[in-house]
């Protein structure tokens, strides 16, 4: 879910705090967890309706924090004895290339809701737009923090709900996408992350968490992940996804599961906008009616239809959510 450790791993290995490495692959591990509850759901292989969930919503959202704090942590650690700006800029380049990886493949694979602006994109921008907060005060960045989390409550106007302008967070329409992590509020993870590790690295020299090292084997494979995180994160979903899909081949899912898995996929990215769950669940049993009775139903789990086709479906999206339609 995050390139941390590629984007802002510390430029000399002595400066490179072990117990950090362990924080990121702990999160790693967490995400693991519900991206193959997430894909159980999508298939239908449980009962569960994880994208619609709000315990399993939240702890996604937690996930994603934890991460971007870990981001704005090792910004912090990585400049300590200044910015190595080749090998930072080297960094962002991986991150923003696997964050258009991403967009690139989801696009292909999921058209209707692919990343335009998932974790990797946050990652990167975020990385950069922190960059001026390392010289302030640790105050000034503590009150830029509190007003990135308040700021999509308090900013509110047409032309920021425009597409082209959804990922700066402020967009109160409806938002179909299987990952989204916009500017704010969630920058205000990073500059936390940056007050943290500003506050505690005083403390830390000469403690145990200074000279924390993995021992064990679990800790080890921990740390060998929140290392190597961009790798993890490219690499997780695929094989999650792969397995599962070997297993229904050798274990068909009943019919009912690709109804049951367009409902997931569409409650999933309905929730990340301002809808509610409830609200969320009727548009996408209007939508599906619709589709049935345009006869686009078939195509649309086939995931068969052309740009007139897709162009229609969103049209019946928004028809329900008119009052008419009843979302």
């Not at 995180?229 to 899912?253: C, D, E, R, W």
Request: net charge positive; aromatic share 10%; glycine share 8%.
């Amino acid at each position: 879910m995050s390139a941390v450790s590629t984007l802002s791993a510390a430029p000399s290995p002595r400066l490179r705090l072990g117990v950090v490495d362990g924080a990121r692959g702990l999160a790693l591990l967490a995400m693991f967890v519900f991206h193959f509850a997430y894909d159980l759901s999508y298939f239908g292989l449980i009962e569960t309706d994880v994208p619609s969930d709000p315990a399993w919503r939240w702890f996604a959202r937690s996930i994603a924090g934890s991460f971007l704090t870990l981001v704005g942590i090792s910004l912090v650690l990585a400049t300590r004895n200044g910015l190595n700006r080749p090998a930072f800029l080297k960094r962002l380049a991986m991150v923003a290339g696997a964050a258009a990886l991403v967009t690139i493949a989801t696009f292909f694979a999921m058209p209707r809701s692919f990343i335009f602006f998932g974790i990797l994109h946050h990652v990167a921008l975020g990385s950069v737009l922190a960059l001026p907060f390392l010289r302030l005060p640790v105050a000034a960045v503590a009150t830029a923090a509190i007003t990135a989390f308040a700021l999509p409550f308090l900013v509110a106007h047409p032309l920021l709900d425009q597409p082209a302008l959804a990922w700066l967070g402020f967009s109160r329409a409806p938002i179909v996408t299987a990952d989204f992590v916009p500017v704010v509020p969630w920058f205000g993870c990073v500059l936390g992350g940056m007050v943290l590790a500003r506050l505690a690295l005083p403390r830390l020299s000469g403690s145990r968490f200074a000279t924390w090292r993995p021992a064990s084997l679990p800790a080890r494979i921990l740390a060998w992940g929140g290392r190597h995180s961009l790798l993890v994160y490219l690499v997780h979903q695929p094989v999650f996804i792969g397995a599962l899909m070997l297993a229904l081949q050798l274990s068909p899912a009943p019919p009912a599961s690709q109804e049951r898995g367009f409902m997931l996929s569409c409650q999933s990215s309905c929730a990340a906008g301002p809808l509610g769950a409830e609200a969320c669940e009727r548009l996408c049993v209007c939508t599906a009616d619709s589709l049935k009775r345009e006869g686009l139903w078939a195509a649309t789990l086939a995931d068969r239809l052309d740009a007139a086709g897709r162009d229609r479906v969103s049209a019946l999206a928004q028809a329900c959510l008119r009052p008419g339609g009843k979302p």
